[in-house]
Nanobody, 127 residues
Framework: QVQLVESGGGLVQAGGSLRLSCAAS???????????MGWFRQAPGKEREVAAA????????YYPDSVKGRFLISRDNAKNTVYLQMNSLRPEDTAVYYC?????????????????WGRGTQVTVSS
């Protein structure tokens, strides 16, 4: 079992920045670098969508077009932590952001491919 705890959400004006963190604990042991990580988001009335994903080693990253050039995903395997730096935030970025772990080194973009989830952190961007 892996537990994930997100932090760093909040209210920010359009154009501002936030940095989300996700700390993993539990049965990660020495294998955290074999787990791909993803940040997903879900706005009211919408489906959950990927915001960014990163491979176990951190060498490969994915961003959808909606956030490309504005968001940066990174990880510190020594700390079992993944980050999402969000810049130039827009009102349409408003959502609950979830951290997820996939028991495999290659990232995926579908939420169904992930095995463990955090409880989420609210990000609200005002216009």
């Amino acid at each position: 079992q892996v537990q994930l705890v997100e932090s760093g959400g909040g209210l920010v004006q359009a154009g501002g920045s936030l940095r989300l963190s996700c700390a993993a604990s539990g049965r990660t042991g020495d294998t955290f670098n074999t787990y791909a990580m993803g940040w997903f988001r879900q706005a009211p009335g919408k489906e959950r969508e990927v915001a960014a994903a990163i491979s176990g080693s951190g060498s490969f990253r994915y961003y959808p077009d909606s956030v490309k050039g504005r968001f940066l995903i990174s990880r510190d395997n020594a700390k079992n932590t993944v980050y999402l730096q969000m810049n130039s935030l827009r009102p349409e970025d408003t959502a609950v952001y979830y951290c997820a772990v996939r028991k495999g080194a290659a990232y995926r973009t579908s939420s169904h491919e992930y095995d463990y989830w955090g409880r989420g952190t609210q990000v609200t961007v005002s216009s």
